[in-house]
Nanobody
Framework: QVQLVESGGGLVQAGGSLRLSCTAS????????MAWFRQAPGKEREFVSF????????SYADSVKGRFTISRDKPKNTMYLQMNSLKPEDTAVYYC????????????WGQGTRVTVSS
């Protein structure tokens, strides 16, 4: 079992920055793909970014490409999402998720951290 805990959300003005953290416990994340998703009020949850834990390869949704950076600290078993040039449309609850690299479904989820970007 993997337990995921997010932190770092908050209120920020448009153009500002935040860094989200997701710390995992229960097992090492070797062999896992870790990701960030978000859900805005009244909208479905959407993919933001993922990172391959072992090799560090990452990918982004077009809506955040060039503004967000995903990274991980292996010894700390922690994943980060650096969010720059934030826009009001980035307002959402952000969730971290994990899955074994051999599967397609994310079966481990955190409780979410709220990000609010004011205009």
């Amino acid at each position: 079992q993997v337990q995921l805990v997010e932190s770092g959300g908050g209120l920020v003005q448009a153009g500002g920055s935040l860094r989200l953290s997701c710390t995992a416990s229960g097992r090492t994340l070797s062999g896992y793909v870790m990701a960030w998703f978000r859900q805005a009020p009244g909208k479905e949850r959407e993919f933001v970014s993922f990172i391959s834990w072992d090799v560090g390869f990452g990918s982004y949704a077009d809506s955040v490409k060039g503004r967000f950076t995903i990274s991980r600290d292996k010894p700390k078993n922690t994943m980060y999402l650096q969010m720059n040039s934030l826009k009001p449309e980035d307002t959402a609850v952000y969730y971290c998720a994990g899955r074994p690299a051999t599967t397609d479904d994310y079966n481990y989820w955190g409780q979410g951290t709220r990000v609010t970007v004011s205009s």
